[in-house]
Structures are given as C-alpha cells and as structure tokens.
C-alpha cells in the first residue's frame, strides 16, 4: 500500500472533530434516553441495557468496515455515511421515548431497530476515522494525534451533555426530539466540513491484492501482540463500561437528581476525563515524566478506587458530594483511556503492511463487545440487587465489582503493555 505525504496538525484537529460528533450523539442515547427510559417511564433497567448492548454488539462488524477501507484506500465515504445513520438511528431512538407511553411492542421495534443502526453508523464512521488517522499520520506523531482527537470526542461528550442537561428541563418529549434532532443534524454538517477533501494527496492506495476479509482478520490475529492487547482491551472496557447505564439512574433514585441534573453529572464526568488526559500529556510532553504502562495502571486503579467512594456515598444520600466525586472517576478514566488508545494507535501502525484498518476494527470490535457486555451486565446486575435489597446497596454492590474489575485490568496492563510497548511514552517525536 503506497501513501502520499502526511496529516498537517490541521489536518488532525479535523478529524478530532468528527470524534467530537460521534461522542456528541452517542452520549445522548446511551445517558439520557437511557435515565429517561428507567426513571421517567419506569422501565427495568435491563431494557436499556440490552438497547445499548444491542449497539455495541453490532459493531463486532468494526473490522468488516476497516477490511472494506482498506480495500478502497477510501476512508471519508465511510466517514459520512456512518455519522448520518448515526443520526438517524439516534433520532428514531428518541422517538421511541414517549411511543412506550402509547404502544410497549411499537416503541420496542423501533427501539432495536434504532439502536441497531446506531450501532452500524458508529462502526462505519468510528472504524474508518481511526484507520486513516493511522495511515496517514506520521508514526512521531500518531500518539498525539490519537490524543487529541480522544480529547476532542470527550469534549464533545461533557458538552452536549450539559448543555442538553440545561435545555432538557424542564423535561418533554417534545423538547426532546427538538434536541436529538438539531444535535444529529449538526453532526453530519460538521462532519462532512471536517473531512472534505482531507484525503487529498494523504490518503492510502488500495493494496493491489484485495483482502479477504476472514484472511486479514486471521492474519491479525496470529500478531502475538495484536492478540494480546486484544484480550487486554475487552477487560479494561469492561470495567470502563459498568457504570455507564447505572451510573444516572443511580443518582436519579438514590440522591434526586432531576433528568437534566443527572444529565448534567455525565457532563462532569466526561469533563474530568478531558482533565485526566489533559494532565496526562501536560505531564508527560512538559515535565517528561511516566510511561505508558505507568500511566494505564495508575488510570485503572484510581478508578476503582473512586468507585468505591462512589458506592460508599449511596449510604449517605443526597447531602454526598456525588458530582466531586464522578468528577475524579472521570479524571482517573482519562488517564487510563489515553494511554490505552495511544498503544492502540502505535500498534496500528508498527508493521501493519496495509492492515491498519483491520487492526483497528479488531480492537474495536473488543471494545465494543465489551461496552455493550458491561453495560449489560451492570443493568442487570443492579435490577436483580435491587429486588433484594435497598436502591443505594444494589448500586454500591455492582460499582464495587466494577471497580474490581479496574484492579484486575491494571495486573493486566502491567504485564501486556510492558511487554508489548516497553516504556511507550505518549508525546510525539519521542
């Protein structure tokens, strides 16, 4: 696979966009309908789970996607179209929140047909974003550019999720399609702004030998390395994930946060993780302290233990100080998410002989698979606590396990990384 020249930072920033509108609609279906869905209509937990799992679980089709773009050398068609059935998937999930007032079966059809198309849009666009950032950035700069880009989705979380939180309040379904609809419009005019002709003189030749999608998914998974980071990227998500569907619910029944409050608090979470991964590059490009491994296992292991203040506070009740504290978990997120795509970048690029997207779809498949299994786990975990025991101790019961869960991916990260990217630091040009 023959190359042009190089991403420019501009060209980077762009693309960063792009995750910043992936992150703007994906956070809207898998926190708000989802708090919308438990509280407001009063439906088991497990139901959202099993929508979000839906998602995620489609999108074990990320490598088809990253063979499909390798074939084509093409990545910004893919990019477009995933963003707009994105949107539209979000939007007809949105639409399913005030149908189950009306019709349960109605509003579960449209439901798994909406979540099934998210999951598409996300695997399409996500996929092929990630791929031509690690075909076409140069290998100094690819831990940087994974940087930004990770830092720009998450911005693009923490502020569509407060500013929805302001305007969703007070709540209707009215002002809730308005909201889902102008966010998915937005996304795709943005979208296809950043991405228009940033393939010019940078983008990858098709290979002359098209691969097939069972041998370059083989072929990748006989790299050693490959499949060990594989198996560290389903853990660590897993523990990542738990939380994401209880997480709002929990502050709804268990401290009285209103719908657009406990939408607000993902905001503060997501905005302490673009703090962690902040402090993470400050300290690693300016103070030139850290390694990779360091900074993955030291993620992981404030984040559990802020999920165990976070489960002590629910004994406590609405005078804890739950925002300050999903502010930390977010900020120890970051650190541990930064380091982790880093690897996932570098790792893409080092000897991929025109696999990158493929390499890509793989660790996305795992991470997908294991957000849609944690978060159902988790759902299911606290519905069945719940129906033996009080709201606060079923929540506290399954965040202690996910924080279980964080100190298993740290003695993890400790051996894999090391072994994989002997002290890594993520700064480019060193």
Same mark, same amino acid.
């Given at each position: 696979?023959?190359?042009?020249?190089?991403?420019?930072?501009?060209?980077?920033?762009?693309?960063?966009?792009?995750?910043?509108?992936?992150?703007?609609?994906?956070?809207?279906?898998?926190?708000?309908?989802?708090?919308?869905?438990?509280?407001?209509?009063?439906?088991?937990?497990?139901?959202?789970?099993?929508?979000?799992?839906?998602?995620?679980?489609?999108?074990?089709?990320?490598?088809?996607?990253?063979?499909?773009?390798?074939?084509?050398?093409?990545?910004?068609?893919?990019?477009?179209?995933?963003?707009?059935?994105?949107?539209?998937?979000?939007?007809?999930?949105?639409?399913?929140?005030?149908?189950?007032?009306?019709?349960?079966?109605?509003?579960?059809?449209?439901?798994?047909?909406?979540?099934?198309?998210?999951?598409?849009?996300?695997?399409?666009?996500?996929?092929?974003?990630?791929?031509?950032?690690?075909?076409?950035?140069?290998?100094?700069?690819?831990?940087?550019?994974?940087?930004?880009?990770?830092?720009?989705?998450?911005?693009?979380?923490?502020?569509?999720?407060?500013?929805?939180?302001?305007?969703?309040?007070?709540?209707?379904?009215?002002?809730?399609?308005?909201?889902?609809?102008?966010?998915?419009?937005?996304?795709?005019?943005?979208?296809?702004?950043?991405?228009?002709?940033?393939?010019?003189?940078?983008?990858?030749?098709?290979?002359?030998?098209?691969?097939?999608?069972?041998?370059?998914?083989?072929?990748?998974?006989?790299?050693?390395?490959?499949?060990?980071?594989?198996?560290?990227?389903?853990?660590?998500?897993?523990?990542?994930?738990?939380?994401?569907?209880?997480?709002?619910?929990?502050?709804?029944?268990?401290?009285?946060?209103?719908?657009?409050?406990?939408?607000?608090?993902?905001?503060?979470?997501?905005?302490?993780?673009?703090?962690?991964?902040?402090?993470?590059?400050?300290?690693?490009?300016?103070?030139?302290?850290?390694?990779?491994?360091?900074?993955?296992?030291?993620?992981?292991?404030?984040?559990?233990?802020?999920?165990?203040?976070?489960?002590?506070?629910?004994?406590?009740?609405?005078?804890?100080? !739950? %925002?300050? $504290?999903?502010?930390?978990?977010? @900020?120890?997120?970051? *650190?541990?998410?930064?380091? &982790?795509? #880093? /690897?996932?970048?570098?790792?893409?690029?080092?000897?991929?002989?025109?696999?990158?997207?493929?390499?890509?779809?793989?660790?996305?498949?795992?991470?997908?698979?294991?957000?849609?299994?944690?978060? !159902? %786990?988790? $759902?299911?975990?606290?519905?069945? @606590?719940?129906?033996? *025991?009080?709201?606060?101790? &079923?929540? #506290? /019961?399954?965040?202690?396990?996910?924080?279980?869960?964080?100190?298993?991916?740290?003695?993890?990260?400790?051996?894999?990384?090391?072994?994989?990217?002997?002290?890594?630091?993520?700064?480019?040009?060193?």
């Amino acid at each position: 696979m023959t190359r042009g020249k190089n991403l420019s930072w501009i060209g980077i920033v762009r693309l960063g966009l792009v995750q910043m509108c992936l992150g703007s609609i994906v956070v809207l279906t898998t926190s708000t309908l989802n708090r919308l869905m438990v509280v407001e209509l009063a439906l088991p937990a497990i139901l959202p789970g099993l929508l979000v799992g839906l998602h995620y679980g489609i999108q074990i089709s990320r490598p088809h996607w990253g063979v499909l773009s390798d074939a084509t050398g093409r990545r910004t068609p893919w990019i477009v179209r995933g963003m707009a059935i994105l949107a539209l998937g979000a939007l007809g999930a949105a639409f399913g929140i005030p149908l189950f007032n009306q019709s349960f079966w109605a509003a579960l059809t449209l439901s798994i047909l909406s979540y099934t198309a998210i999951g598409l849009g996300v695997g399409a666009s996500g996929t092929s974003l990630l791929a031509l950032l690690a075909t076409t950035t140069e290998p100094r700069r690819r831990a940087a550019a994974a940087t930004i880009t990770w830092l720009m989705m998450i911005a693009g979380i923490a502020i569509t999720a407060a500013s929805v939180g302001a305007m969703l309040d007070p709540y209707s379904p009215r002002r809730l399609l308005i909201i889902v609809g102008l966010v998915g419009a937005g996304a795709v005019v943005l979208t296809s702004l950043a991405v228009w002709r940033v393939e010019v003189g940078v983008s990858a030749q098709p290979s002359a030998a098209k691969p097939r999608f069972r041998a370059a998914l083989r072929e990748v998974w006989a790299n050693d390395a490959a499949r060990r980071f594989t198996v560290f990227v389903f853990l660590s998500m897993t523990a990542f994930f738990m939380q994401e569907l209880i997480l709002e619910p929990y502050a709804g029944l268990v401290f009285g946060f209103t719908p657009g409050e406990s939408t607000s608090l993902s905001g503060a979470q997501n905005g302490g993780v673009f703090l962690g991964m902040l402090s993470v590059g400050i300290a690693v490009t300016g103070l030139k302290i850290g390694s990779l491994r360091g900074w993955v296992v030291a993620g992981c292991l404030g984040s559990a233990a802020s999920l165990g203040a976070i489960s002590a506070m629910g004994q406590v009740g609405p005078e804890a100080p !739950l %925002v300050l $504290a999903v502010v930390v978990l977010g @900020f120890f997120n970051g *650190m541990f998410a930064v380091a &982790a795509i #880093g /690897a996932m970048m570098e790792l893409a690029g080092e000897k991929a002989q025109g696999q990158e997207g493929t390499r890509m779809g793989l660790w996305g498949a795992a991470q997908a698979i294991a957000a849609g299994f944690g978060g !159902l %786990v988790g $759902a299911a975990a606290a519905d069945l @606590f719940r129906s033996v *025991m009080p709201d606060a101790t &079923a929540f #506290g /019961a399954v965040l202690l396990a996910e924080a279980a869960l964080f100190v298993a991916a740290a003695i993890l990260a400790a051996q894999v990384i090391h072994e994989t990217r002997r002290e890594t630091r993520i700064v480019a040009g060193e």
